[in-house]
């Protein structure tokens, strides 16, 4: 089992950023990484992904322009950078590990393709 911790979540203004990190103990080179997001009331929902080789990315709507996910598989270390943030990202972010060994990527990505959670990192934006 994959242990995944976040880092990287505070307290920022509107239009600032925040470079998040999850770091790994484990294996997951051959798995795809994902960043997922829970705000106060609301379901848990897909934010981004990234292939097991880094050669994809998958953005939510609501997040594409303004985030860019990383992996460096040497370090085994997911990032996700998060520019001119809203108070709408407002949430606790969760990396999570693909189920999948050497997964096509999708454009569909749910909870349920990712075995692997971390505890979260929180990220609030102010306005």
């Given at each position: 089992?994959?242990?995944?911790?976040?880092?990287?979540?505070?307290?920022?203004?509107?239009g600032?950023?925040?470079r998040l990190s999850c770091a790994a103990s484990g294996r997951t080179f051959g798995y795809?990484?994902?960043?997922?997001?829970?705000?106060?009331?609301?379901?848990?929902?897909?934010?981004?992904?990234?292939t097991w080789n880094g050669g994809s990315t998958y953005y939510a709507d609501s997040v594409k322009g303004r985030f860019?996910?990383?992996?460096?598989?040497v370090k085994n270390t997911a990032y996700l950078q998060m520019n001119s943030l809203k108070p709408e990202?407002?949430?606790v972010y969760?990396?999570?590990?693909?189920?999948?060994p050497f997964a096509?990527?999708?454009y569909y990505y749910t909870r349920d393709d990712?075995?692997?959670?971390?505890?979260?990192?929180?990220?609030?934006?102010?306005?």
């Amino acid at each position: 089992q994959v242990q995944l911790v976040e880092s990287g979540g505070g307290l920022v203004q509107a239009g600032g950023s925040l470079r998040l990190s999850c770091a790994a103990s484990g294996r997951t080179f051959g798995y795809a990484m994902g960043w997922f997001r829970q705000a106060p009331g609301k379901e848990r929902e897909f934010v981004a992904a990234i292939t097991w080789n880094g050669g994809s990315t998958y953005y939510a709507d609501s997040v594409k322009g303004r985030f860019t996910i990383s992996r460096d598989n040497v370090k085994n270390t997911a990032y996700l950078q998060m520019n001119s943030l809203k108070p709408e990202d407002t949430a606790v972010y969760y990396c999570a590990v693909d189920r999948r060994p050497f997964a096509s990527g999708s454009y569909y990505y749910t909870r349920d393709d990712f075995g692997s959670w971390g505890q979260g990192t929180q990220v609030t934006v102010s306005s």
